[in-house]
């Protein structure tokens, strides 16, 4: 089969063009959902936000310290050691 340079490049570009719009079509799709399904805002008397793993989870009480807001969530390594 013989496909000449001008065809291949024809079927490049369409090929690239093709995943571009389907990604770009993902990536909004995904926005839009997250824009609806989780509208986050934070309450104006926070001003610090602590963000991590359970470490800051566990250690500071934003109960106690009244301005803080704890978004720090424990998880679990893609290995774990079982």
Known sequence: MNITRERAWGNIVVFTLGFLLANIGLLSVSA??????????????????????????????????????????AGEGIFPLT
């Open 32 to 73: 839009h959902l997250q824009r609806e399904l989780y509208n986050f805002v934070l309450p104006n008397t926070k001003t610090v936000l602590v963000i991590g793993d359970s470490r800051p989870e566990s250690a500071i009480n934003d109960k106690v310290l009244l301005n803080a807001f704890n978004l720090a969530d």
